[in-house]
């Protein structure tokens, strides 16, 4: 949640006239990632305070079970729609093949014959799991 709330930040704060100014003064470069760094665990702790602190309250705690059940039908509805099967797709697609770049790419870059060498290893140890599984 951090992240993604520094991420954001991040972004609203470089579109803002007065921070792109901010960051050509010399000295003060920083401040803006400085900024986003401090409101995105200020705005985390704050918001983990206050869910873990609802919880303890009857009222708070009936209000939060609204929200996950809430969050719950969104997200299932959300899910339905074709729109975002296409984007969950499209989202996969787009990590497996970057998975399989970045392992041709290590292949490339290793000796074959050590990859299969390890290979071999892991399916002895995984057929002497197996055989002592079964004793």
């Known amino acids: 949640m951090q992240q993604l709330l520094r991420y954001n930040l991040d972004g609203l704060l470089k579109q803002l006239p007065a921070m792109q100014t901010l960051e050509q003064l010399p000295g ?5 990632g400085q900024l986003t ?14 869910l873990t602190g609802s919880f303890e309250d009857p009222v708070g705690s009936k209000l939060a079970a609204q ?15 074709e729109h975002a099967l296409e984007e969950i797709r499209s989202l996969l697609q787009d990590l497996l093949e970057e998975i399989k770049i970045n ?28 055989k002592d599984r079964r004793n």
């Open 28 to 32: 003060l470069g920083s401040l803006p």
């Open 37 to 50: 760094e401090r409101l995105a665990n200020e705005l985390t702790t704050t918001t983990y305070k206050t």
């Open 103 to 130: 392992y041709v790419e290590r292949l490339s870059h290793e000796d074959l014959e050590e990859v299969m060498e390890q290979t071999r290893q892991l399916r002895q140890k995984a057929q002497q799991l197996e």
């Open 67 to 81: 929200l996950m059940q809430r969050f719950g039908e969104v997200l299932a509805r959300e899910l339905s729609q």
